[in-house]
């Protein structure tokens, strides 16, 4: 497992934005901890023609952070009716 850190693709509002509440990409954004060999589509405008297929430890000058920050999956809550999220 690698650490994905703010400004990398796992933690940028465009990785995976095809499919963004894919389970997956919310564990890499709660656990901040991706598999090496994990690679997803880019959705930046600017590349989204070149249909890239990055990490989650890539970055470039396009990150966007994520609206909405994941609490650590330690301090998530099995409650239904508790939202997980911070604003």
């Known amino acids: 497992m690698l650490h994905v850190h ?7 509002l465009h ?3 095809e499919h963004a509440l ?4 919310t564990q890499i954004r709660s656990s901040q901890e991706a598999a090496e060999d994990f690679i997803d589509d880019c959705g930046h405008p600017k590349h989204s023609s070149l249909h890239l297929k ?3 430890v890539s970055g ?3 990150y966007e952070p994520v609206k ?3 609490l ?3 301090r998530l809550c099995a409650c239904p009716l508790r939202d997980n999220r911070l604003a």
């Not at 703010?6 to 940028?12: F, H, I, K, N, R």
């Not at 894919?22 to 990409?25: C, H």
């Open 22 to 25: 894919n389970g997956i990409l």
């Open 15 to 17: 990785y995976g934005e």
């Open 6 to 12: 703010e400004g990398q693709c796992g933690l940028c």
């Open 60 to 62: 470039c000058d396009g």
């Open 54 to 56: 990055v990490s989650a």
């Open 72 to 74: 650590p999956a330690s």
């Open 68 to 70: 909405h920050r994941f």
